[in-house]
């Protein structure tokens, strides 16, 4: 990893290469997708095992100190400014993000025992209620749609295949903001348009992540859709951070 590290790249070897994903959440829960992803490639390069990671100082902190000649791990930060909106009050916001190499992993130091952060439950109703998205009846009569989505509405058809993963997909349409001026529907047979590669792709993160079934299916299908193609880098930093947003909306605080 580097600051030339595309989200791209990491997108797609998260789609590769399976259990990959739920690897670097079960490690690194506590920071972004993009960088658990980023963290666990780093350690496999390196053969360290994968483990509660912290910056130098926040090693310090915990009376750990990080060993002599160990490398920093790269993680993506965002670059914030100050501006003003319509009413004078400044306002916080991200104008690129860069990797830094400023992290260590656990096996990488030293001292004091640490406790393993537990993993925070996640649930469907919590998620739905943060993200102010509504589940309603699914009334479509055509058998082959399995779910859709209309402004921030969701509906799964009772008789879908897998019916978590329509879920998950339809709320990453909504997320993703391809419903904000029409609506879609889904069926095994949905055209491979690059919304409909986004929100699947969305949804293989969070399945992998919750240890949820239908990955296989999630991953057949984007590669599929893939073939001669990739997905373009604004599209992978927004599937990143919409199934970021889906996970933090649904766990425990």
Known sequence: MDNQTKWTELLQQAVMEPGLILRAYNAFHGYSLSNQVAALIQCQQRQIEP?????????????????????????????????????????????????????FVYGQTEGEPILTPQIPAWDKARALAALGIQEIPFTATDGNVQGYAQKREIAVSPL???????????????????????????????????????????????????????????????????????????SAQKIFGVADRILRAGREC
């Not at 490398?71 to 009050?89: N, S």
């Not at 997320?175 to 491979?192: I, M, N, Y």
């Not at 991953?219 to 859709?225: A, F, K, N, T, V």
């Open 160 to 234: 879908a295949a897998i019916p978590h993963k329509t879920l998950l997909h339809e709320i990453a349409h909504v997320e993703l903001g391809h419903t904000a001026e029409t609506s879609f529907t889904d069926s095994v047979l949905t055209p491979r348009s690059l919304r409909e590669a986004e929100a699947e792709a969305a949804a293989l993160l969070l399945c992998e992540s919750l240890e949820l079934t239908g990955v296989e299916y999630a991953r057949g299908y984007i590669q599929s859709w893939l073939g001669g193609n990739a997905i373009p880098e604004k």
């Open 51 to 103: 483990g509660p990671l912290n910056t130098y100082p926040g090693w310090q902190k915990l009376s750990r100190q990080v060993r002599k000649g160990e490398k920093a791990i790269w993680l993506c930060t965002p670059l914030t400014r100050k501006v003003k909106d319509d009413g004078g009050v400044d306002q916080t916001v991200i104008t690129t993000f860069v990797w830094k190499p400023h992290w």
